[in-house]
T-cell receptor, first 115, second 110 residues
Framework: EAQVTQNPRYLITVTGKKLTVTCSQN?????MSWYRQDPGLGLRQIYY???????DKGDVPEGYKVSRKEKRNFPLILESPSPNQTSLYFC??????????????FGPGTRLTVT | GQNIDQPTEMTATEGAIVQINCTYQ??????LFWYQQHAGEAPTFLSY????GLEEKGRFSSFLSRSKGYSYLLLKELQMKDSASYLC???????????FGTGTKLQVIP
């Protein structure tokens, strides 16, 4: 079954305590992305990755880090979380099909609260 | 910068047809996406348009006009389960950077 998994699903933490949200996909997709979703602002891309060791900034990268050491994993790292990073986070993986079509799956989301 | 506009809310009747519009002004264009998102859930990919025209997938169709910076999602034979937010997103460049609109919340009423 095609799947994108994220862990943890829910996290409450305190300002400044480093955390990592993991993301893993089982479809051998080249592309992976991280988004945050906030009321009234919609989905905003944080970082994306074109393949192993290839990452780039999205629209809101400040305060976040990512790495892509293996094709299936794309963890999101908050070195020093702050309350304005309280949000719902989604990981996604995708590929462009040989026919020109597109295939994309989102993870179930991680609800992060920083106090 | 990138600007993507969609209506905030729409209401339609079960069994009817509804068209959700999206206009965009971006620094480049390399594809437009539509997603469905039910409350409290992850987005689900619906369609990806790169070329002008209409693409149909069952009850859902998506249209693109690159010269007008305009797209719409057409939902036919509406069902109650179609009540959700519909997100329009644009890929401005050749990479995987994507910018989303704020979404259209569709309510289907009996």
């Amino acid at each position: 079954e095609a799947q994108v998994t994220q862990n943890p699903r829910y996290l409450i933490t305190v300002t400044g305590k480093k955390l990592t949200v993991t993301c893993s996909q089982n479809m051998n997709h080249e592309y992976m992305s991280w988004y945050r979703q906030d009321p009234g602002l919609g989905l905003r891309q944080i970082y994306y990755s074109m393949n192993v060791e290839v990452t780039d900034k999205g629209d809101v990268p400040e305060g976040y880090k990512v790495s892509r050491k293996e094709k299936r994993n794309f963890p999101l790292i908050l070195e020093s979380p702050s309350p304005n990073q309280t949000s719902l986070y989604f990981c996604a993986s995708s590929r462009i099909q040989g026919t020109g079509g597109y295939e994309q799956y989102f993870g179930p989301g991680t609800r992060l609260t920083v106090t | 910068g990138q600007n993507i506009d969609q209506p905030t809310e729409m209401t339609a009747t079960e069994g009817a047809i509804v068209q959700i519009n999206c206009t965009y002004q971006t620094s480049g264009f390399n594809g437009l996406f539509w997603y469905q998102q039910h409350a409290g859930e992850a987005p689900t990919f619906l369609s990806y348009n790169v070329l002008d025209g209409l693409e149909e997938k069952g009850r859902f169709s998506s249209f693109l006009s690159r010269s007008k910076g305009y797209s719409y999602l057409l939902l036919k034979e509406l069902q109650m389960k179609d009540s959700a937010s519909y997100l329009c997103a644009v890929r401005p460049g050749g990479y995987q950077k994507v910018t989303f609109g704020t979404g259209t919340k569709l309510q289907v009423i009996p």
